[in-house]
């Protein structure tokens, strides 16, 4: 660990701080879509919002996808990411994908529009639509959460090495995909059951948590490595990342929303422009923690002082 | 069976460079692509100033987060301990990138092969043979000069450094240079707190 206060050094032959540039704006884009998606999903198949279902699944199976493969250098061996689920983050989330596309595909197809009625309805019918009703619904939750961790496992890069950032992952899916149901389909997430809030609630609820959770991460690494710290610095400080982090990601991202959820009369124009808000936000806290992303200098020989 | 690595004798780096050259000429690296690379380490204030040189490259960890991550099983370690590449399953993901502490991977971005070392498109024959074991879109890094290892040859960049400040070999032979450079002079690991066990050392 780094005890003298070194610099960023970009690409300079120089000891110091080092922007990781290998993930970058596609894998962003790719991580955000399958976040939004699968939270989408899971909240249409919470609250019975068919259009919320079908939208997730797409997002994820398509756009994901898109970008995935517009980051990967060698698109035609995809298939091979996922022989590694034992040690690989990236092989977990790849299957996670498959099973959710399908099962998701199937329990659209089976309950959402009816097809295991017309197929008679039988107990094996009936039995593949509750199973692909829970296994969606398992590897939806897979997918939101699985983006987290595939960042947090990266020790070398301090800020992302955090317990919080799956957390994160959950939250910011779940957020953007209540909010991007209620814009869908005002009418099917209007009212709760007996164990949810309404969609609207749970937003605002979705709101607060996920906020909680940013600047408790933001505050972990702060108290960190020196590594970390020096991330947080660029979030928050220095350089052209601190107008972005609190103009968009604080408060268009987060402020904005509560306050029109908050003070609005519900309709769908609040909706969509809280579903923009959110997604805009959230996008940009995807980008950033990306950007941000230091390698700790490899290690030191000047004299101690 | 050996457990190859090496050793960084600071005191003898000058930070001529000429380790990162032989390794670009043996590996034909393309514009932009480095194995290894000599840093600098500026510090004190004049007239008490001073400056060191921190060779770096693959430190071909023992538990390495970059095999850990590999989706595609590309990335292994032989039995002699070095990490290997297999281009052949790379999928050009990254992870192994984002993971190595050191930032010692690279991905070959397929326009590195186009634009050629002078920028025009054109590639000079030296490039046009040494590119050919290369695919482009899938990251690289140092493998010790593997085929000159197999051969019962140091890396190249062992042998261009004219000042011996590179020392390599067995690390599980106590009477192996390398191996006695750590014992009597206390070789440092880079970043042992990331608990990767580099087989690559520091001397000072």
Not at chain 1, 34 to 53: D, N, Q, T
Not at chain 1, 122 to 140: C, D, E, N, Q, R
Not at chain 2, 26 to 47: A, C, I, Q
Not at chain 2, 148 to 172: E, K, N, S, W, Y
């Amino acid at each position: 660990m780094a005890t003298r206060d070194f610099p960023i050094v970009g690409d300079s032959l120089v000891l110091g701080y080092r922007f990781q540039r290998h993930w970058d704006n596609s894998m962003a884009t790719a991580f955000f879509f399958g976040e939004l998606g699968a939270g989408l999903f899971l909240i249409g198949a919470l609250y019975g919002s068919l259009i919320s279902m079908i939208f997730g699944v797409s997002i994820t199976a398509i756009l994901k996808t898109y970008f995935h493969m517009a980051h990967m250098g060698v698109p035609g061996r995809a298939w091979r990411a996922m022989i590694r689920p034992d040690r690989s983050w990236i092989s977990r989330g790849f299957i996670s994908i498959v099973v959710f596309t399908g099962a998701a595909l199937l329990n659209i197809l089976l309950n959402g529009f009816g097809l295991a009625e017309t197929l008679g309805g039988g107990a094996v019918v009936s039995a593949i639509a509750w199973l692909m009703k829970v296994l969606s619904i398992m590897a939806a939750l897979f997918v939101m959460t699985y983006h987290g961790f595939a960042i947090a496992d990266s020790s070398s890069i301090s800020f992302w090495n955090t317990g919080l950032m799956p957390v994160s992952s959950v939250a910011y899916s779940a957020l953007s995909g209540v909010v991007l149901a209620l814009s869908l389909d005002p009418a099917a997430t209007a009212a709760g059951t007996f164990l949810l809030p309404s969609a609207h609630g749970a937003a605002l609820i979705l709101l607060v948590v996920t906020t909680i959770v940013l600047l408790a991460m933001i505050n972990a690494a702060n108290r960190g490595s020196p590594g970390a710290r020096k991330s947080v610095r660029l979030l928050l400080k220095d350089g052209p990342y601190a107008a972005w982090f609190f103009g968009i990601v604080m408060a268009v991202g987060l402020l904005l929303p509560f306050v029109l959820l908050v003070l609005s009369e519900p309709n769908r124009l609040v909706y969509l422009v809280t579903a923009a808000a959110i997604l805009a936000g959230y996008f940009s806290f995807r980008v950033l923690v990306f950007k941000i992303g230091l390698y700790d200098p490899i290690i030191s020989f000047a004299p101690e002082t | 069976m050996a457990r190859m690595g090496m050793v960084f004798d600071i005191r003898r780096c000058i930070g001529c460079n000429a380790c990162v050259v032989g390794c670009k000429q043996e590996n034909s690296l393309p514009d932009g692509v480095f194995f290894t690379r000599t840093l600098s380490e500026d510090y004190g204030v004049y007239p008490n100033a001073g400056r060191v040189y921190i060779p770096t490259l693959c430190n071909h960890c023992e538990d390495a987060p970059c095999e850990k991550v590999c989706p595609s099983g590309a990335t292994y370690t032989r039995e002699d301990g070095i990490v290997m590449v297999d281009d052949n399953k790379c999928i050009g993901c990254n992870s192994c990138a984002v993971a190595c502490p050191y930032d010692q991977r690279t991905a070959l971005g397929k326009d590195l092969f186009e634009k050629g070392l002078f920028g025009e498109g054109e590639l000079t024959a030296f490039e046009e043979q040494g590119y050919t074991r290369f695919t482009p879109g899938t990251v690289t890094k140092c493998d010790f000069c593997s085929e000159r290892v197999d051969a019962g040859l140091d890396p190249a960049c062992v042998v261009t450094c004219p000042t011996d400040a590179r020392i390599f070999g067995d690390l599980d032979d106590p009477e192996s240079k390398p191996a006695k450079l750590i014992k009597e002079r206390g070789g440092r690991p880079p970043m042992p707190e990331k608990n990767t066990k580099p087989k690559v050392y520091y001397v000072t």
